[in-house]
């Protein structure tokens, strides 16, 4: 495997959510209907077992037998099907980065270790180099995400610093505002590697970097939307583009009011008419803050314009 055997990755990446059933456990069964909702969303792509699908809240057989089914359900239905596998210590990634390979994932990516953190370039390339062995004929994304990680590196020096040690490695998921860095990225080797933006709130300005794909939670609610912001701008459309990454940060805004996290989400998609069930402990959304946000959404004309 060499870093460019995989196809660029363009458009809309969805951040999945992990659905739990009342009792809080995996409910597998409603991702099929979960699948063609993400479809009408116009998303290209699934991130499976991320952030926003509370990957350090399950167990490394939750996220086994989780990656197996987006596998089963999406393979036809979407361009690319990443599954992270990011865990707390080595031996689950790696065992996790195995089974992603094994069972036909189109890529893994990796976010690393971020109580024992490491301390230097060459730690954090070492440690991405032992989870992509596992899985060595599976394209691998690092993923960077300073805010929740605490690894503060700059992703320029990482990605040459990985690039005579990780074949396999393709790109990042790139969950910062830091555009000086991204910029600097997208620019290594004549653009070698594929960089996914992160940040659904400020995605215009990756886009003017040259960011040409994106990976983002609010996807699974937003879809459409964050595809116009991206639409307007393909086409110098300032004024439009511009327009609806505003009533995306208002969106957003209020997404993070109420917490930012999966429960939120998982709300926001009963709201539309698709119960993915609670979050897991020690996320969650009372009654009446639920109740709250809708109300608030309605106010900013969010279930008129997403």
Known sequence: ??????????????????????????????????????????????????????????????????????????????????????????????????HSENKGATAIALMATSFFTPQSVDDLVEYVRLVAECAPNTPLFYYHIPAWTNIPFLMEDFLKAAIPKIPTLTGVKFTSGNMFDLGRCLIIEDQRFSILFGGDEILLSALAMGACATVGGTYNFAGKLHGRIMDAFDKSDMETARSEQYRSQAMIKLYCKYGGHAAVGKAIMRFLGLDLGPARSPLSLSESQEAQLREELDSIGFFAWR
Do not use: C
Request: hydrophobic share 35%.
């Open 1 to 98: 495997m060499v870093y460019n055997s995989m196809k660029k990755i363009e458009g809309l990446i969805v951040a999945t959510l992990t659905p739990f059933d009342d009792s809080g456990e995996l409910n597998l069964s409603v991702i099929e209907k979960y699948a063609q909702h993400l479809q009408n969303e116009n998303t290209k792509g699934l991130f499976v077992s991320g952030t926003t699908g509370e990957s350090t809240l399950l167990t490394v057989e939750e996220r086994k037998k989780l990656a197996e089914k987006w596998i089963e359900v999406g393979k036809d239905r979407f361009e690319n099907i990443i599954i992270h596998v990011g865990t707390s210590n080595l031996k689950d990634s790696q065992e996790l980065a195995r």
